[in-house]
């Protein structure tokens, strides 16, 4: 028998119920825009600040628009101007590339390894090379480099590291929340995000003079005193003058639907991990097929699921993922000429320049990848897994691995 898995890989969890209620009640007394707040209330995006500092370990947080104006934010905040050269993984996705271009600022795309991290060694000579200050380092799909080494090389090289930490909220390198290593950690609350407000994105950071600027640019006006996870009011007195407001705030409605979610996600991690460890177990010993490895410092959150196909031709892979979709696994395959729907590759972006990364190429040229949604049960991974596993052992004729360089 042919088994075929009826699920979809687009549908997330409902909002909780608590959070349903709090968005009624909101629209109940209308008070949506975050300064809109009734005599010694705080407001819901207020809350969700401080939560979120607290939930990381952080001194501030600021809830905004979205990842990519987080990312933008973060970068502006810190100086970041037309014309700098800011350094970023080669295997990311589009928000994070345009974040930097959204600043006139030019990417210099650093190698990824065959574990989807960014490869520390291409890093210090592209530093040496570009010159750039800054890295946008992109956590690609909850894969943490090593997290130690990196900070070290980055300390070394005088270059301030913000985090993309999208596919990382939850995770954690050793004891510290990923997103706490660099000036700024960013993350998104999109819908197919860890917490979903349908859009969104946070800030977190320890620096007083970078957080007051970033709040003064989320669009703040004069009202920074309204916020319960910022530096204190003289800091912002320093740099109220000089900072732009590039309005990019959140309102109270999305606030109200993440904090319940926000209660909740340690447990959310737990079940996804639970799944990742059945597709994991699943796909152990497929031959042609390679598992990607994580380190052992990195508590993850397996949101989504990765593998590579290296020997597999571009012809032989296309046809596995065809016959995956027949069988109702949807699978993304990043080595596709043409981008498609969210799966851009960083040669798709071609107002960031004609940079040539071989070896990312390679490895993306044999990367398949997959959402695990909570909506899944451990029986619908075990079944997706037996069907990967069936159809990757139907690849009969596969290509030598492509040479490095
Ligand atoms: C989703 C995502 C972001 C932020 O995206 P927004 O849609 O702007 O919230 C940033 N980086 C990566 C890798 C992402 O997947």
Known sequence: MTEVFEGSFTQQEPIPEAGIEAAIGLMRHGRLHRYNVAEGELGETALLEQDFAAYTGASYALAVASGGYAMGCAMRAIGVKAGDRVLSNGFTLAPVPGAIA???????????????????????????????????LSHMRGHLCDMDALMDLCSRAGVQV???????????????????????????????????????????????TAMARAIMLSGSYMLYERHAAAPSPDVFEQVKWDTPNISGRMDNLRAAILRPQLANLDAQVEAWNARYEVMERGLQDVPGLR??????????????????????????IEHFAARCADRGVELKWFGAETPRAFTSRYDSWRYAG????????????????????????????????????????????????????
């Open 162 to 208: 913000i985090e993309d930490c999208a596919h990382t909220m939850g995770a954690r390198w050793r004891d510290t929340a990923s997103g706490r290593h660099g000036v700024f950690g960013c993350y998104s609350c999109q819908t197919y995000k860890h917490i979903n407000s349908g859009e969104g994105g946070l800030l977190v950071s320890d620096d007083d």
């Open 354 to 405: 004609t940079q040539r990364l071989a070896q990312t190429d390679r490895v993306l040229a044999g990367l398949l990848d997959m959402r695990l949604p909570l909506t899944f049960s451990l029986d619908d991974c075990a079944l997706i897994a037996r069907i990967i596993r069936d159809e990757a052992g139907q690849i009969t004729n596969p290509q030598p691995v492509a040479k490095l360089g």
């Open 102 to 136: 959204s600043l006139g600022a030019v990417p210099v795309f650093v190698e990824v390894t065959d574990n989807l991290t960014i490869d520390l060694h291409d890093l210090a000579t592209r530093i040496e090379t570009s010159g750039a200050k800054i890295l946008l």
């Open 291 to 316: 598992l990607i490895q994580r380190n052992p410092n990195g508590r993850f959150v397996g949101s989504s699921f990765q593998f590579l196909l290296p020997n597999a031709g571009a012809a032989e």
